[in-house]
């Protein structure tokens, strides 16, 4: 304990001096260490990069320097990297006096020097090597620059296998050379038997692949083929070497695509871990939504989409989490639109809301189609919280449509009593009573001004047909004109008192006074025909004013067309028209024909001159604007020459290239007339839709061949999966398994067909080593039986003991010792109980009450025993049951055994 305390006194010394505040003592402390790990661990904890640097400069192993180009500080990265560099190509040495291969890749490594890195590859000569290189190196070009100092087939395959759908230029370079080392072994002469058998043996270890025991098989042929080698000719020896040197990499892509597996659940499951925290942020954010504003909603709402989209690229999510993405993304974006919308119409639509209802029934359509207009724009979610202007914009809407609905049950209930009101009119004049008809007529009258235009027209229609009849039955009931013009002054009289709107009134004078004329004239009719015109001024006073305001509008109207001429005028002379905006001179004139229309009536003259006027502004304006539409219309034209002459080209991806450029250079194209441009469209379509055609003819021709080849690869994959899940000999399965492996990489796919169908094929191995894993389990497992039924029978007869002898046994258990501790050969002076004990220690089982003490006791021994020792548990159990062959006791041989089973 003494030693103990002084070793943890001085090193508490020196860890406090290393980590004093003070730079200088930790410099100091720096200066005193001794070893590279104090200095890595000096170098870790110092926050002065001049310190760092200077621990850095005092390493000695290239180990720690290798450690140190993983570090967090750029600094220490490149100091150690440009130190390893300097040791491994001192200054005044070029690289063609470097001829080490693992030098050359390290200096290949670290050097930030592309040339430099070129020609340390060019000098590797282990092919080995260059295929690490090839196959790992991030760059193409030196991927390149290693793999064309490649000429072994085997390195090869392995480039081929791994460049196949990634790399189209080492898979052709491989594919080639692999086509030349195979017509050069066509040419080989035979081998001598033996020579030939081994041959034969290393081709049949390839062609079954990897299985348990192809490392063993491989070995032994390793250690046969140097007695042979001299027996065989240079080409045998070149084939045999090739072959053994295949199965090595056979080993080797069995390690790689293990690695790879693995690398890939890994991936797909921090993908679907990142996708599943997208979701929760987007579900919090709906949490939120409400009260943020549109531009920040918009924003969060881009980022978590495109961090989406990028984890959708690496990993397809599963239905259900996509769908709910979605969903959420979709109401979201429904909500910041509502939300961006409001905020730039917000003074608007309080304004809105704030104004009172108008009565009329036109008025109220118009309040219902902006209501309809905001409720479009303002599309709130039904998800989230109704915000107060959106329930003030529905109850608004509401209200609306009360209204309307109250009006139009009004306007229906006055027809309906019309309707029966024009009844009975129609019935008293059928009947003659002309009196009660006249005072239904009247009233009839007053009830069709109370209607809205639409409902009346029809029941107005009707009205006057009934009431010609009424006239003409009251002209014959009066048989002479005198009783006709005196009903004419009532009629006039009445019209005094008459509402109606003034241009109709002033009709209905005219036409009762039409009426008289066609009277003529008769004596005694100067009182009547004085009371018809005192009459008829009267009533047309309220027109005069009428017709006096249409005159005004009129004046008006011409005014308005001459500012509008005038502003016409002023805008064309104005305009740089090599600057100019066409769509909005195009509008512009649209706009202005528009508002021309809209300023009517005028009279007659008025009308003409200010219309020839309007005509000669717009002209002058449209020159200009006709000057762009030819140039375009021009463009347009040679657009489609172009096409036309495009669509004829042998080369269908350059012919679909150029179209595309054409289809986006004619939408920079600027204004052109409507029904031009529309059949310059439908010819230019024409020639586009040409090459497209011919494009996807070609497509689908390739794309059968694809399906052919992937359909040839499904079948051997199929034919392997069925083997798997059909066979019991996993043996001979593995044989055949190995040779549909083979006929799948010689058939060459896409590359997603490739990864699809390599990983069922995988699948299919996998399953396969399962079954053979399982077959070993119960092989083990079936040993240890026979173990333990040698164990049960030490002292059993001897038909008993033969039988437990028929089981095999556990690799490193000699049968020899069972038959010796049958034979009571061993001794030992080792406590029975204590290996009982000892063995339910490591099974890590309860010992008995009375035996805990003597437990713990022999645990300190052993673990005295064992310092400095690296037993493991297997080696431990197996030195137990040895231990108690030589003192097996029938009384604890039940506890021996069960400890045992429990630790197996």
């Given at each position: 304990?003494?030693?103990?305390?002084?070793?943890?006194?001085s090193?508490s010394?020196?860890?406090?001096?290393?980590q004093?505040?003070?730079?200088e003592?930790?410099?100091?402390?720096?200066?005193a260490f001794?070893?590279?790990a104090?200095?890595?661990?000096?170098?870790r904890h110092?926050?002065?990069?001049?310190?760092?640097?200077?621990?850095?400069?005092?390493?000695d192993?290239?180990?720690?320097?290798?450690?140190?180009?993983?570090s967090?500080?750029d600094e220490?990265r490149?100091q150690?990297?440009?130190?390893?560099?300097?040791?491994?190509?001192?200054?005044?040495t070029?690289?063609?006096?470097?001829?080490?291969?693992?030098?050359?890749?390290?200096i290949?490594?670290?050097?930030?020097?592309?040339?430099l890195?070129l020609?340390?590859i060019?000098?590797?000569?282990?092919?080995?090597?260059?295929?690490?290189?090839?196959?790992?190196?991030?760059?193409?070009r030196?991927?390149?620059?290693?793999?064309?100092?490649?000429?072994?087939?085997?390195?090869?395959?392995?480039?081929?296998?791994h460049a196949q759908?990634?790399?189209k230029?080492?898979?052709?370079?491989?594919?080639?050379?692999?086509?030349e080392?195979?017509?050069?072994?066509?040419q080989?002469?035979?081998r001598?038997?033996a020579?030939?058998?081994?041959?034969?043996?290393?081709?049949?270890?390839?062609?079954?692949?990897?299985q348990?025991?192809?490392?063993?098989k491989?070995?032994l042929?390793?250690q046969?083929?140097?007695e042979l080698?001299?027996f065989?000719?240079?080409?045998?020896q070149?084939?045999?070497?090739?072959e053994l040197?295949?199965?090595?990499?056979?080993?080797?892509?069995?390690?790689e695509?293990?690695?790879?597996?693995?690398?890939?659940?890994e991936?797909a499951?921090?993908?679907?871990e990142?996708?599943?925290q997208?979701?929760?942020?987007l579900?919090?954010?709906?949490?939120?939504?409400?009260a943020?504003?549109?531009?920040?909603?918009?924003?969060a709402l881009?980022?978590?989409?495109?961090?989406?989209?990028?984890?959708?690229?690496?990993?397809?999510?599963?239905?259900?989490l996509?769908?709910?993405?979605?969903?959420?993304l979709?109401?979201?974006l429904?909500?910041q639109?509502?939300?961006?919308?409001?905020?730039q119409?917000?003074?608007?639509?309080?304004?809105?809301?704030?104004?009172?209802?108008?009565?009329?029934?036109?008025?109220?359509k118009?309040?219902?189609?902006?209501?309809?207009?905001w409720?479009?724009?303002?599309?709130?979610p039904?998800?989230?919280?109704?915000?107060?202007?959106?329930?003030?914009?529905?109850?608004?809407?509401?209200?609306?449509?009360?209204r309307?609905?109250?009006?139009q049950?009004?306007q229906?209930?006055?027809?309906?009593?019309?309707?029966?009101?024009?009844?009975?009119?129609?019935?008293?004049?059928?009947?003659?009573?002309?009196?009660?008809?006249?005072?239904?007529?009247?009233?009839?009258q007053?009830?069709l001004?109370?209607l809205d235009?639409?409902?009346?027209?029809?029941?107005?229609?009707?009205?006057?047909?009934?009431n010609?009849r009424l006239q003409e039955?009251?002209?014959?009931?009066?048989?002479?004109?005198?009783?006709?013009k005196?009903a004419?002054?009532?009629?006039m009289?009445?019209?005094?008192?008459?509402?109606?709107?003034p241009?109709?009134?002033a009709?209905k004078?005219?036409?009762l006074?039409?009426?008289?004329k066609?009277?003529?004239?008769?004596p005694g009719?100067n009182e009547?025909?004085e009371?018809?015109?005192a009459?008829?001024?009267?009533?047309f006073e309220?027109?005069?004013?009428y017709?006096?305001?249409?005159?005004?509008?009129?004046?008006?109207?011409?005014?308005?067309?001459e500012?509008?001429?005038?502003?016409?005028?002023?805008?064309?002379?104005?305009?740089?028209?090599?600057?100019a905006?066409?769509k909005?001179?195009?509008?512009?004139?649209?706009?202005?024909?528009e508002t021309?229309?809209?300023?009517?009536?005028?009279?007659?003259?008025?009308?003409?001159?200010?219309?020839?006027?309007?005509r000669?502004?717009?002209?002058?304006?449209?020159?200009?604007?006709?000057?762009?539409?030819?140039?375009?219309?021009?463009a347009r034209?040679a657009?489609?020459?172009?096409?036309?002459?495009?669509?004829?080209?042998?080369?269908?991806?350059?012919?679909?290239?150029?179209i595309?450029?054409?289809?986006?250079?004619?939408k920079?194209?600027?204004?052109?007339p409507?029904?031009?441009?529309?059949k310059?469209?439908?010819?230019?379509?024409k020639?586009?839709?040409?090459?497209f055609?011919?494009?996807n003819?070609?497509?689908?021709?390739?794309?059968?061949?694809?399906?052919?080849?992937?359909?040839?690869a499904?079948a051997?994959?199929?034919?392997a999966?069925?083997?798997v899940?059909?066979?019991d000999?996993?043996?001979?399965?593995?044989?055949?398994?190995?040779?549909l492996?083979?006929?799948f990489?010689?058939i060459?796919l896409?590359?997603?067909?490739?990864?699809?169908?390599?990983?069922?094929?995988k699948?299919?191995e996998?399953?396969?080593q399962?079954?053979?894993?399982?077959?070993?389990?119960?092989a083990?497992?079936?040993?240890w039986?026979g173990?333990?039924?040698?164990?049960?029978?030490?002292?059993?007869?001897?038909?008993?003991?033969?039988t437990a002898?028929q089981?095999a046994?556990?690799?490193?258990?000699?049968?020899?010792?069972?038959?010796q501790a049958?034979?009571g050969?061993?001794?030992?002076?080792?406590s029975?109980?204590?290996?009982?004990i000892?063995?339910?220690?490591?099974?890590?089982?309860?010992?008995?009450e009375?035996?805990?003490?003597r437990?713990m006791?022999?645990?300190?021994?052993?673990?005295?025993?064992?310092?400095?020792?690296?037993?493991?548990?297997?080696?431990?159990r197996?030195?137990l049951?040895?231990?108690?062959?030589?003192?097996?006791?029938?009384s604890?041989?039940?506890?021996?055994?069960?400890?045992?089973k429990?630790?197996?």
């Open positions: 304990m003494v030693l103990f305390e002084k070793f943890f006194r090193r010394r020196n860890e406090k001096k290393w004093d505040a003070e730079p003592i930790r410099r100091q402390a720096l200066q001794s070893s590279d104090e200095r890595l661990e000096f170098i110092e926050t002065t990069a001049a310190l760092r640097a200077e621990a850095v400069a005092l390493l192993s290239e180990a720690s320097l290798d450690e140190l180009l993983h967090s500080h220490i490149h150690a990297r440009d130190i390893l560099l300097a040791r491994l190509l001192p200054a005044g070029g690289i063609d006096q470097i001829s080490d291969a693992d030098a050359l890749i390290r290949a490594a670290l050097t930030t020097d592309n040339e890195r020609q340390a060019g000098r590797i000569s282990d092919e080995q090597k260059r295929l690490q290189l090839a196959l790992e190196h991030p760059v193409a030196v991927r390149l620059a290693a793999a064309e100092g490649i000429h072994d087939a085997d390195k090869l395959h392995t480039l081929q296998e759908g990634k790399d230029t080492l898979y052709r370079l491989a594919k080639e050379r692999l086509a080392n195979k017509a050069r072994q066509q080989q002469q035979a001598t038997d020579v030939e058998q081994l041959l034969q043996q290393a081709r049949y270890l390839n062609k079954v692949g990897y348990p025991d192809f490392n063993g491989l070995q042929l390793g046969q083929w140097p080698r001299p065989a000719s240079a080409e045998q070149h084939s045999i070497d090739e040197n295949k199965a090595r990499a056979i080993l080797d892509q069995h390690a695509e293990e690695a790879r597996l693995a690398r890939e659940q991936d499951r921090q993908a679907a990142h996708q599943q997208l979701l929760e942020r579900q919090q954010l709906a949490g939120e939504a409400a943020a504003s549109a531009a920040d909603l918009q924003q881009k980022l978590l989409e495109q961090s989406w989209d990028q984890t959708f690229q690496q990993h397809r999510p599963a239905a259900g996509s769908k709910a993405f979605e969903n959420q979709q109401q979201l429904r909500l639109s509502a939300l961006s919308h409001y905020e119409h917000k003074e608007q639509l309080h304004a809105w809301l704030n104004s009172s209802l108008a009565d009329g029934p036109a008025a109220l118009a309040a219902e189609r902006e209501a309809g207009k409720h479009k724009a303002l599309s709130w039904d998800d989230f919280a109704t915000p107060d202007w959106f329930s003030r914009l529905q109850q608004r809407s509401s209200d609306i449509r009360s309307l609905q109250q009006i049950d009004e229906k209930s006055r027809s309906h009593d019309l309707r029966r009101q024009l009844d009975d009119f129609s019935t008293h004049l059928n009947e003659g009573q002309l009196k009660e008809a006249g005072r239904l007529s009247n009233k009839i007053q009830g001004r109370l235009e639409k409902s009346a027209a029809p029941l107005q229609r009707e009205f006057r047909a009934l010609s039955m009251r002209d014959w009931a009066g048989f002479a004109t005198a009783p006709k005196e004419l002054v009532a009629a009289e009445a019209l005094t008192e008459a509402d109606m709107a241009d109709l009134l009709s004078i005219h036409d006074q039409e009426e008289w066609t009277l003529g004239t008769a009719d009547l025909w009371r018809f015109q009459a008829g001024d009267k009533a309220p027109c005069r004013a017709f006096a305001q249409v005159a005004e509008q009129r004046e008006q109207n011409i005014t308005l067309r500012q509008l001429i005038a502003e016409l005028t002023s805008y064309e002379q104005a305009l740089d028209w090599q600057q905006d066409w909005a001179v195009q509008k512009t004139l649209d706009a202005a024909r021309f229309r809209q300023y009517s009536p005028v009279e007659r003259q008025a009308h003409k001159r200010t219309q020839d006027a309007f000669d502004a717009c002209d002058r304006i449209y020159a200009h604007l006709k000057q762009e539409y030819d140039r375009n219309l021009q034209q657009l489609i020459d172009e096409a036309e002459a495009v669509a004829s080209a042998d080369d269908l991806s350059g012919a679909a290239d150029h595309k450029n054409l289809q986006a250079r004619w920079d194209v600027g204004v052109t409507r029904k031009a441009d529309q310059l469209w439908q010819n230019f379509r020639h586009c839709d040409q090459v055609s011919r494009l003819e070609n497509r689908a021709a390739r794309k059968a061949e694809l399906d052919e080849t992937v359909a040839q499904e051997v994959v199929s034919r999966t069925e083997l899940t059909a066979a000999d996993t043996d001979g399965m593995t044989a055949q398994f190995a040779a492996r083979a006929e990489a010689a060459e896409p590359r997603s067909a490739h990864q699809r169908l390599s990983k069922t094929l699948q299919a996998q399953q396969l399962q079954r053979q894993q399982q077959q070993q389990q119960q083990e497992l079936a040993r039986d173990l333990i039924s040698r164990l049960q029978n030490l002292r059993a007869d001897a038909d008993s003991w033969q002898c089981q046994l556990p690799d490193g258990y000699p049968a020899e010792r069972f038959e049958r034979q050969t061993l001794s030992s002076d080792d029975p109980r204590d290996l009982c000892l063995m339910e220690a490591l099974a890590d089982i309860s010992s008995e009375a035996d805990k003490p437990r006791a022999l645990q300190v021994q052993r673990l005295a025993q064992g310092m400095g020792q690296s037993l493991n548990r297997a080696d431990e197996r030195e049951v040895e231990r108690w062959l030589a003192v097996a006791d029938d604890l041989s039940a506890r021996f055994i069960a400890a045992l429990a630790g197996l």
